[in-house]
């Protein structure tokens, strides 16, 4: 089975593809995958990385408005378009299964231009341009929002790395803390905002750790690479403090922590939820409000709180996320609920859809 992933530009599409195309592996070694996307986006790092074959297309990044620069869409798109058909021929695609963003619009259409079939995977409430545009070409729609306003809508939820859906928070807690150095006994706060980190959270962090300090909670502070916020020094004996760029072990920093403060990506949210880890989501104060979206099934189910970006500061820390980690019966609670919240098996549900799909258009042409 030869499958073409569309899922370039952001981690948030990317992961779901790559989570998806190591489950089809698993299921089938002998499934050819082939991601297809652009010399702008992550992908260029990240699909090499996990081993799969990346072949770019050019990129049509698509304005949201009425602006001059639609003039310019027709025929870029268009260039985009015949190179993806290419790849789909090259291959010899079986299907094509698209996660939104500027990447899935020119495969989408040249999946249907070649006749191949289609799955959409939908990551967020709010669905995008290519992905309302993909599901008006087939009848296979994979959502991770049970209200989600796409036809033909199925529930799988968002697949997620193996390393993080295995993850048993509890077995390796201790491990987890030993290997950033942290203490094995105290409440652990994990901050954190994406690859890039988050300045508000930076700052918000940063400006209560004497009150972390003085309530006996230590914090695992992942800045983003580009930021240099550093915690003032403690003094000998005080609960740790611990800041550093980036964080290629996620699994152990959610093992370490006792709750996260954190943005409300489509993915982070699936992760924290997966793994049992309660937060208090901090929602990206731009774009369609979808980041609230996100995190509102969470947090209504009691696994986390949420805070404007606007109102995180370093008194609501003090008010309402310290005194959350000195409780370690809330902690328990919130963990539960966000663990009912979880989907683990998102990308085998997925992969079971591609092979269900490819299958009965197989048998159709017989």
Known sequence: MRVVLAGGGTAGHIEPALALADALRRMDPSVRITCLGTERGLET????????????????????TLTPRLLAVPGRLNSAINTAAAV???????????????????????ARRRNVPIIVHEANPKPGLANKLGARFTEHVAVSHQDSPLPHARFV?????????QLDRLAIGDKARSYFGLDADLPTLLVFGGSQ????????????????????????HIVGKKNTEEAPPGRPGEPQYVTIPYCDRMDLAYAAAD??????????????????????YVPLPIGNGEQALNAQPIVEGGGGLIVEDGALTPEWIVHNVIPILRDAEAVARMSEAAARMGHRDADVKLAQMVFEVVRARRGGQS
Not at 207 to 220: D, E, H, K, P, Y
């Open 259 to 280: 709750l996260a403060m954190c943005r409300a990506g489509a993915m982070t949210c699936a992760e924290l939820s997966a793994v049992g880890l309660p937060a208090a």
């Open 45 to 64: 790092s990240l699909v090499p990385q996990r081993g799969y074959e990346l072949a770019l297309i050019p990129p049509v990044p698509l304005p949201r």
């Open 157 to 165: 939820g968002i697949p997620i790395r193996q390393q993080i859906a």
């Open 88 to 110: 789909l021929d090259r291959v010899g695609a079986d299907i094509l299964v698209g996660f939104g963003g500027y990447v899935a619009t020119p495969g989408y259409l040249a």
């Open 197 to 220: 980190g988050a300045r508000s959270l930076n700052r918000a962090a940063v400006s209560a750790a004497q009150a972390f300090r003085a309530n006996g909670v230590q914090v695992l």
